[in-house]
């Protein structure tokens, strides 16, 4: 069995557990008899092909409808995150009140816990909900975070080098143009001096954004629009993609490095997932190193906050990463920051300094819970 099998029997896996977790929760709060548990049962197979077919007319029959099954896909996936912890808790609480009525420390009503409890799960469900409304409008609309980051150089720049951060973006048929185009004239308005992309931009082939081109076209810097690849821009097809990009005036650095004479030195990292899956060694840091002046200051982008240690001994000042979205739905954020040494926000390594953007766009459900999607603005001054 390849890996590519592998990845999916535990997709699948992980997808049938979430829904009989969910569907076990569902029946025990509202214990549908009748007519109401063929609705129930009818309502049940009919949501959980959302995802698997959403996927299929995307890839056969891209159009309105797959789009309106894919993004019901998607919400139904939100749902089922908070109901399997729902069901998980439920399963405890309901053993903790057997052990304690076994024990005699409580007394149970006629109909034990056999009769559900229907409004309790509406008001709960009724929660959910209003927390994917709000979700979806706190994705659409990012906040803008600025920073202000003092570097070591030679040179004294003469005013502060505005940089702006964009991340995870995934750009594909779910997004819509106008708020593509609404991101691109926030960032332009920041009048930044050199545009990052720091992965994830597109999360389809190329052929069907075209939509989204002239967005990509207006991005407009001082220096310059610079891109890296994420491991989304590998899963698709990276050639395309990059072609894509220069097609709209962006340059991506791929393990490479772009000087600003007399301002500032770009190094591009590729992302490391997509290396491994093209079966290539990590990139050449001593290699790059001497490739760098003395006299500027670094800025690494890298789609992954890792290879901290080497871009440390680069002597970097500044890297710009994404991929973690800050979990962006409550409580992944937990995961995130047991897997990076540092998933969100800004951090200092020594003489590195570290961004991690939360993402300005999503990917998969169509909300935030608990995080806020965000445009980054990095004012570098000089020491």
């Given amino acids: 069995m390849n890996r590519f099998s592998v990845f999916i029997t535990i997709v699948l896996t992980i997808y049938a557990l979430l829904n009989l977790t969910a569907f076990l929760w569902l029946r025990f709060m509202f214990r549908p008899t009748g007519w109401l548990w063929v609705v129930f049962i009818l309502f049940f197979t009919l949501i959980i092909t959302m995802q698997p077919l959403g996927h299929y007319l995307m890839t056969k029959h891209p159009g309105r409808l797959s789009v309106i099954v894919m993004q019901t896909g998607f919400v139904w996936l939100g749902y089922l995150f908070y109901l399997f912890i729902l069901g998980i808790l439920t399963l405890c609480i309901s053993y903790m009140v057997k052990y304690a009525v076994n024990r005699g420390l409580m007394v149970l ?81 920041l009048k930044p001096d050199v545009i990052v992309l720091t992965g994830d931009i597109v999360d389809a082939e190329p052929y069907r954004l075209s939509r989204f081109k002239p967005g990509l076209s207006r991005l407009n810097a001082r220096y310059g629009v610079f891109a890296v690849t ?94 973690t979205h800050n979990g962006q739905i409550w409580p992944f954020g937990i995961f995130t920051r047991m897997v990076f040494r540092h998933s969100y926000g800004y951090r200092r390594f020594g003489d590195l300094h570290l961004y991690v953007g939360a993402g300005t766009g999503i990917w998969g459900p169509p909300f935030r819970i608990g995080t806020r999607s965000e445009i980054a603005v990095l004012q570098i001054t000089s020491e």
């Fill in 109 to 189: 009503p006629e109909k034990g816990l056999s009769g559900g409890f229907p409004i309790a799960g509406s008001i709960i469900l009724g929660i959910l909900t209003c927390l994917m409304i709000l979700g979806v409008y706190i994705a659409k609309n990012p906040v803008i975070r600025s920073y202000t980051i003092s570097v070591p150089g030679t040179i004294e720049l003469s005013k502060p080098l505005t940089v702006v951060h964009l991340t995870d973006t995934h750009l594909n048929e779910l997004k819509t143009v106008k708020w593509w185009e609404s991101i691109v004239d926030r960032t332009n308005a």
């Fill in 230 to 323: 994420g491991n989304h821009e590998f899963y698709i097809n990276t050639q395309r993609f990059i072609k894509m990009f220069q097609e709209c005036g962006i340059t991506v650095l791929r393990n490479e490095t772009h000087c600003i004479p007399g301002v500032a030195c770009l190094v591009g990292i590729d992302d490391p997932t997509g290396l491994r899956m093209a079966g290539k060694p990590k990139p050449d840091f001593e290699a790059i190193h001497t490739m760098l002046p003395d006299h500027l200051p670094v800025i690494v982008l890298s789609h992954q906050p890792v290879y901290l240690d080497d871009i440390k001994r680069m002597n970097a000042n500044l890297m710009l990463s994404g991929h």
